[in-house]
């Protein structure tokens, strides 16, 4: 009956195999994801507005960290106050972390206005970024991203946006942190002559400016993300996962071949954004965070938290 001697054995070998592997409280493999909060703007809309606003935010956090997410995304920013959803940025490096998870990144923007497109002249605007990057240095985050901007109507407009957006970078640079643009798929536009997206890339300095790429955004801007990292190789150090509604859901997007090019593309980090649901908001999150954490093709990790 060699069978005795076979089971203990096979069962050594996967208790070794599942304890070198770090599994969610659902079960999956530990991945590092990040959710962008805007996904669960429903539910955190209502911050410090009423009664339960704060069980709400806390509620959410420490759900996203069960479901297995390791880091946030901030979309509250508010420069007057200086906070992060109603809290101050040490409060809500707290919070995020007594949940469970990292403070990654923030979407947050400041457009030049009309004088200063047409004087080259963008130093005010600099002074508000001044206070932008001390408040998300103190909320610990890695990452600035701007998550916006109009298409210029000349491409000497949109130098002077890429002019700027360097300088932004080398602040964000000299305080420890980095600076990138995230796209929509209005910035496959032609401005004059030139595709918006690849001015851009061709005008910005890689040492300060990096790309946030929202894959599903260029899929809709007919245009091929892996394409794009051929052309420009380590420039997009973020991937923001998106799907016409939950990850993985439309089909349209070839996330297979996105994630198998990740190290062409230069990615240190994936963030998850659900802007769109078919199923009520958290189940919609939790269900597009499995799907990543079940993809072969998506990496444990991309090493953001180990530069």
Same mark, same amino acid.
């Given at each position: 009956?060699? =069978?005795?001697?076979?089971? +203990?054995?096979?069962?050594?070998?996967?208790?070794?195999?599942?304890?070198?592997?770090?599994?969610?409280?659902?079960?999956?493999?530990?991945?590092?994801?990040?959710?962008?909060?805007?996904?669960?703007?429903?539910?955190? /809309?209502? #911050?410090?507005?009423?009664?339960?606003?704060?069980?709400?935010?806390? /509620?959410?956090?420490?759900?996203?960290?069960?479901?297995?997410?390791?880091?946030?995304?901030?979309?509250?920013?508010?420069?007057?106050?200086?906070?992060?959803?109603?809290?101050?940025?040490?409060?809500?490096?707290?919070?995020?972390?007594?949940?469970?998870?990292? #403070?990654?990144?923030?979407?947050?923007?400041?457009?030049?206005?009309?004088?200063?497109?047409?004087?080259?002249?963008?130093?005010?605007?600099?002074?508000?970024?001044?206070?932008?990057?001390?408040?998300?240095?103190?909320?610990?985050?890695?990452?600035?991203?701007?998550?916006?901007?109009?298409?210029?109507? =000349?491409?000497?407009?949109?130098?002077?946006?890429?002019?700027?957006?360097?300088?932004?970078?080398?602040?964000?640079?000299?305080?420890?942190?980095?600076?990138?643009?995230?796209?929509?798929?209005? *910035?496959?536009?032609?401005?004059?002559?030139?595709?918006?997206?690849?001015?851009?890339? *061709?005008? =910005?300095? +890689?040492?300060?400016?990096?790309?946030?790429?929202?894959?599903?955004?260029?899929?809709?801007?007919?245009?091929?993300?892996?394409?794009?990292?051929?052309?420009? +190789?380590?420039?997009?150090?973020?991937?923001?996962?998106?799907?016409?509604?939950?990850?993985?859901?439309?089909?349209?997007?070839?996330?297979?071949?996105?994630?198998?090019?990740?190290?062409?593309?230069?990615?240190?980090?994936? #963030?998850?954004?659900?802007?769109?649901? =078919?199923? +009520?908001? *958290?189940?919609?999150?939790?269900?597009?965070?499995?799907?990543?954490?079940?993809?072969?093709? #998506?990496?444990?990790?991309?090493?953001?938290?180990?530069?």
């Amino acid at each position: 009956m060699r =069978t005795r001697f076979y089971i +203990p054995l096979l069962l050594a070998l996967l208790l070794s195999f599942t304890a070198g592997t770090a599994v969610s409280a659902k079960g999956h493999a530990k991945k590092e994801v990040c959710i962008q909060l805007y996904s669960v703007r429903s539910i955190l /809309d209502g #911050v410090n507005k009423d009664g339960n606003a704060d069980r709400k935010y806390t /509620d959410i956090l420490n759900k996203l960290a069960k479901m297995g997410y390791t880091s946030v995304e901030a979309a509250n920013y508010d420069q007057g106050r200086g906070t992060f959803y109603g809290r101050t940025p040490a409060q809500f490096r707290q919070d995020v972390e007594k949940a469970g998870m990292k #403070v990654l990144s923030s979407h947050v923007g400041h457009g030049l206005s009309a004088e200063e497109l047409a004087s080259g002249d963008f130093s005010g605007a600099l002074k508000w970024w001044s206070k932008c990057i001390a408040d998300h240095k103190a909320a610990g985050m890695k990452y600035i991203v701007c998550p916006w901007m109009e298409v210029p109507k =000349t491409l000497k407009d949109l130098g002077t946006y890429c002019r700027y957006f360097n300088e932004v970078g080398k602040m964000c640079n000299e305080a420890g942190m980095q600076f990138g643009y995230h796209n929509h798929s209005h *910035e496959f536009q032609k401005v004059e002559d030139k595709v918006m997206y690849d001015y851009m890339l *061709e005008n =910005t300095n +890689p040492e300060y400016v990096f790309f946030q790429m929202d894959l599903y955004w260029v899929v809709r801007g007919a245009c091929s993300p892996v394409a794009y990292f051929k052309r420009f +190789p380590g420039r997009f150090k973020m991937y923001h996962v998106k799907d016409d509604k939950e990850i993985g859901q439309s089909g349209m997007v070839g996330y297979d071949a996105i994630f198998r090019n990740a190290d062409v593309a230069g990615v240190q980090a994936i #963030v998850a954004e659900i802007e769109q649901y =078919t199923m +009520p908001v *958290e189940q919609s999150v939790e269900e597009s965070l499995r799907y990543l954490q079940d993809a072969p093709f #998506v990496k444990a990790s991309y090493s953001y938290n180990k530069k």
